[in-house]
């Protein structure tokens, strides 16, 4: 189904509008005793908050660790609510980093970060038995009086601090473009090329299995761009207890519609399933439904168990190559959320796991000659991190507590440093969706996301319809309807040129060339903009301005370019130097 864009002006657009709006609309934060800092947010410096001087709902200070700054820390985070409350008194409003300063002696734990009394994510606590600071992103400000809380969410920990220091400017994205695998085919490389051509304009809507994507059609009225299958029930484990699946057959029919398809596996352990009531064969996974040791099989190639391991891999390895066949690429996610210990790949730690994922890349592309995936890694931690040269995606599953829509900007973050920016970064699952108004104004540019089945999409406490409504029609989120040819997409370069400044403005010159080998219909690119600046007239392109944000579009009649041509647009300023841009243009295609 198609639908209909709001128009956009022509004229008089400014970077920024939609920042001020989001702090304008901010949820004001209530009253509460001030807490002691050193520097101010205002000052340019991080400004440091102690957690023992906040409002503290269901936990206690304590002094007894070293390490700690201020007078103490704070303990005790057991019940659901127990809570840790600074307040910001004087803030100039704006993008700020958050730093936690904490300890976690008993391995990963997350807290939940509130900002103003909304729910703003998750941050990871890596495990560390001394006082340590964790990056938790970037929180948007409001000005004057804001709250930072966080809240119980998973494990034992203690918060000594918070740090809040302004947000530069992101860094242009990076991406390399090249798939891992050399042999990779050409609808893999198109795939991957069509991500990193709209990386930072657009993020692909996504959603967890077949009858939930008909549930949003039905509902919502929108399919998403990507569809999330499961190659579970095809492991030999559950096959040799009559298992069956016609996921396969729904990524064909699914490619057949024209979207992108994305596997996870469930890998049921190759044997050594314990099979007893609440651990069941079918929850094989798991690391406690299980006994496999996988760093033993792996130590010993030799071994029977080592052997099944290779087995399982190319029974999957026969279902994807009937893609392959078919020229469906696949964004491949094996081995997810490993550095969570819960499923057997990551119960004997980094190191197996790391080893198992090469295995398994080896073995897929080097001896099976799957060529038609993009390999996707899907843990944060940088220990568990298998390598660049067989990744091309990274990625997290994030499922923050229902209602709690934050653009989880910290996990964004560390991704973006794990894989170098050279790397498209993706939830491969969510619970909640992120907000595309704070995914702009937090500059958190997600690839895709795929929300996961069931309650998390039709039960309307996680995502209520009226919100599923409003990210299905925002022109940032890439709907099926929307997608194009990306197994054809033609490539392209956008670049700007300084033709005249003068003291009232200057005008710049946009050529968009198809660097591609297939004609195109249609072209879009976009950079982010200096604060303050504005466009005040453009002509040639459809242009908008939004969260700092240019996005430049084709015409009906400028869209169709033939390999190696191009096309040209216009754009006034209000005053030089409002370009050079801060971040290279990205250009995207539809074939």
Same mark, same amino acid.
Do not use: M
């Given at each position: 189904m198609s639908r209909t864009r709001p128009t956009r002006p022509r004229a008089v657009l400014a970077a920024g509008v939609l920042l001020p709006l989001l702090l304008a609309l901010a949820p004001a934060a209530p009253a509460a005793a001030g807490t002691s800092a050193t520097g101010t947010p205002a000052s340019g410096?991080?400004?440091?908050?102690?957690?023992?001087?906040?409002?503290?709902?269901? #936990?206690?200070? *304590?002094? *007894?660790?070293?390490?700690?700054?201020g007078t103490g820390y704070v303990e005790g985070f057991d019940a659901p609510d127990d809570t840790v409350t600074v307040t910001v008194?004087?803030?100039?409003?704006?993008?700020?980093?958050?730093? #936690?300063?904490?300890?976690?002696?008993?391995?990963?734990?997350? =807290?939940?970060?509130?900002?103003?009394?909304?729910?703003?994510?998750?941050?990871?606590?890596?495990?560390?038995?001394?006082?340590?600071?964790?990056?938790?992103?970037?929180?948007?400000?409001? &000005?004057?009086?804001? =709250?930072? *809380?966080?809240?119980?969410?998973?494990?034992?920990?203690?918060?000594?601090?918070?740090? %809040?220091?302004? *947000?530069?400017?992101?860094?242009?994205?990076?991406?390399?473009?090249?798939?891992?695998?050399?042999?990779?085919?050409?609808?893999?490389?198109?795939?991957?090329?069509?991500?990193?051509?709209?990386?930072?304009?657009?993020?692909?809507?996504?959603?967890?299995?077949?009858a939930s994507v008909q549930w949003l059609e039905q509902n919502i009225g929108r399919a998403p761009a990507v569809e999330g299958l499961d190659l579970m029930d095809y492991s030999p484990s559950r096959v040799e207890h009559g298992a069956s699946s016609q996921e396969v057959e729904n990524a064909l029919a699914w490619?057949?519609?024209?979207?992108? =398809?994305?596997f996870v596996w469930h890998w049921n352990a190759p044997s050594h399933l314990v099979d007893q009531p609440g651990k069941e064969w079918w929850r094989g996974f798991y690391t406690d439904a299980s006994t496999f040791d996988l760093a033993a099989a792996l130590a010993d190639p030799g071994s029977d168990d080592y052997r099944l391991?290779?087995?399982?891999?190319?029974?999957?390895? #026969?279902?994807?190559?009937? %893609?392959?066949?078919?020229?469906?690429?696949?964004?491949?996610?094996?081995?997810?959320e490993a550095e969570g210990g819960w499923f057997w790949w990551g119960a004997k730690g980094p190191g197996p796991a790391k080893e198992l994922y090469r295995l398994m890349y080896d073995r897929m592309v080097n001896h099976n000659h799957l060529h038609n995936l993009v390999w996707v890694w899907n843990? #944060?931690?940088?220990?568990?991190?298998?390598?660049?040269?067989?990744?091309?995606? +990274?990625?997290?599953d994030s499922y923050p507590p229902a209602g709690d829509h934050g653009p989880v900007s910290g996990t964004y973050d560390r991704l973006v440093a794990l894989g170098k920016d050279a790397k498209p970064v993706a939830l491969g699952e969510v619970g909640t969706i992120p907000d595309p108004d704070l995914l702009r104004a937090y500059h958190a540019d997600w690839s895709w996301f795929v929300t996961w089945s069931g309650g998390f999409l039709t039960d309307g406490t996680a995502?209520?319809?009226?919100? %599923?409504?409003? +990210?299905?029609?925002?022109?940032?989120?890439?709907?099926?309807?929307?997608?194009?040819?990306?197994?054809?997409?033609?490539?392209?370069?956008?670049e700007i040129t300084t033709l005249t400044t003068w003291n009232a403005g200057a005008e710049y010159r946009v050529t968009v060339r198809n660097t591609g080998s297939t004609p195109t219909s249609g072209w879009q690119t976009g950079w982010n903009l200096p604060a303050g600046s504005v466009v005040t007239q453009s002509w040639n392109a459809d242009v908008s301005a939004a969260g700092g944000r240019l996005r430049a579009s084709a015409l009906s009649w400028?869209?169709? %370019?033939?390999?190696?041509?191009? &096309?040209?647009?216009?754009?006034?300023?209000?005053?030089?130097?409002?370009?050079p841009v801060t971040t290279a243009p990205s250009c995207t295609t539809t074939g």
């Open positions: 410096a991080a400004a440091v908050y102690e957690a023992e001087d906040g409002q503290l709902n269901g #936990v206690q200070s *304590a002094s *007894a660790e070293p390490g700690h700054s008194p004087d803030s100039p409003g704006g993008l700020y980093d958050l730093t #936690v300063r904490y300890r976690s002696p008993y391995g990963d734990k997350k =807290t939940a970060l509130r900002l103003n009394g909304a729910g703003a994510g998750e941050v990871s606590l890596a495990s560390s038995t001394v006082f340590a600071d964790a990056p938790a992103g970037r929180v948007l400000l409001r &000005a004057g009086v804001n =709250t930072v *809380a966080l809240q119980t969410d998973w494990g034992w920990y203690q918060i000594d601090a918070i740090s %809040l220091a302004p *947000a530069p400017p992101p860094p242009p994205h990076r991406l390399s473009g090249t798939p891992v695998d050399p042999a990779a085919t050409p609808e893999a490389r198109s795939l991957l090329s069509y991500l990193g051509s709209g990386y930072g304009d657009r993020i692909l809507s996504g959603q967890q299995d077949t490619d057949a519609r024209g979207g992108i =398809t994305t391991l290779i087995r399982d891999i190319d029974a999957i390895s #026969v279902q994807l190559s009937r %893609l392959q066949d078919a020229g469906v690429p696949v964004l491949w996610r094996p081995l997810h843990s #944060v931690d940088a220990a568990w991190y298998p390598g660049d040269d067989v990744v091309d995606v +990274v990625s997290t995502n209520s319809r009226d919100f %599923l409504k409003r +990210v299905y029609d925002d022109p940032y989120v890439v709907t099926l309807d929307e997608l194009g040819d990306f197994k054809h997409s033609g490539g392209c370069r956008a400028n869209g169709v %370019l033939q390999p190696g041509r191009s &096309a040209e647009f216009y754009l006034l300023t209000n005053a030089p130097p409002a370009f």
